[in-house]
């Protein structure tokens, strides 16, 4: 299927869009993590569009394609909402049912408790409603890698040489443990992480994934959560980064909301699981009330 892609002016700047598909069913706005990722490795959310969604990917401000403001004061989860309900409005979805993963998560529960009228429903996998719990879990499974790759990251960690090749390669193990398991990552998965926009990631979340000193680590939310009462599934995967005790958190605070666990993936069941994922979702979207 043939994406139709642009540019919408958002807050005075130009937000990346490809969209997959006819809302025969309804509308899915993709929301991408990082912060600083790029929608590439979301792609899979496009089998949706055979089962009657439109999917609409996007790229945040300063990530992708999207414009680069200078500075990076607009670099905030306050910011990404108004970029999420501007291209929204921008490209007249309606009520959209909102999909978030990783910060995409935290991004699309930040949306639904400022614009929940605006949602169908909401899916968030591998999604986080607080960033303390988030990295206190990270650094639990830190502690479960081998011990010279824990002494590693320790060692670097230590001397914040978040550069050296030494710290990069104990980086590397975690990721294939907790971010993606498949033996050969998609294409689309390396692109995203290639082109992953430093000034956002490094600003919002710090150097990597369980390194967490950015702007957003102190964000929390799980308070808020029994505000949001449209439909939501949050996913999970057995050896996500953000682990199911993350997800749990979520699922408690939501009331109502499904919770579903995929026992063969990390971070990225719309890679690792793509079929079974893809089902799950579609099986939750297809039981929300239509409008």
Not at 150 to 157: C, L, M, N, Q
Not at 253 to 271: N, P, Q
Request: glycine content about 8%.
């Amino acid at each position: 299927m043939e994406p139709i892609e642009g540019y919408a002016k958002i807050l005075g700047f130009n937000l990346f869009y490809r969209t997959y598909g006819t809302p025969t069913k309804g509308t899915v706005l993709c929301l991408h993590g990082g912060p600083g990722m790029t929608h590439d490795y979301l792609l899979p959310l496009e089998d949706l569009a055979q089962f009657g969604y439109r999917v609409v990917l996007m790229d945040q401000l300063g990530c992708g394609k999207s414009e680069r403001p200078r500075g990076t004061e607009l670099y905030s989860i306050a910011h990404n909402v108004e970029e999420v309900e501007g291209v929204r409005k921008a490209l007249r979805l309606g009520r959209v049912h909102l999909m978030g993963s990783s910060y995409g998560g935290a991004l699309a529960i930040a949306t639904a408790l400022k614009y929940q009228r605006n949602l169908r429903s909401l899916v968030i996998t591998g999604g986080l409603a607080s960033v303390p719990l988030t990295v206190r879990e990270m650094r639990r499974l830190v502690h479960q890698l081998p011990p010279k790759t824990r002494a590693a990251i320790a060692k670097y960690e230590a001397a914040e040489d978040y550069q050296n090749p030494a710290y990069l390669a104990a980086v590397d193990v975690f990721y294939r443990r907790y971010l993606c398991r498949l033996p050969v990552w998609p294409r689309e998965l390396t692109y995203t992480l290639e082109h992953a926009s430093q000034p956002v990631y490094f600003t919002m979340n710090g150097p990597n994934e369980f390194t967490i000193i950015g702007t957003i680590k102190d964000w929390d939310v799980t308070d808020q959560l029994p505000r949001i009462k449209v439909p939501t599934l949050v996913t999970v995967g057995r050896y996500d980064e953000v682990t199911p005790r993350v997800a749990m958190s979520i699922h408690r605070g939501i009331r109502g909301s499904k919770l579903v666990r995929f026992e063969k993936s990390a971070h990225l069941a719309m890679w690792e699981e793509r079929a079974h994922y893809i089902e799950v979702v579609r099986d939750f979207l297809d039981h929300v009330r239509p409008n």
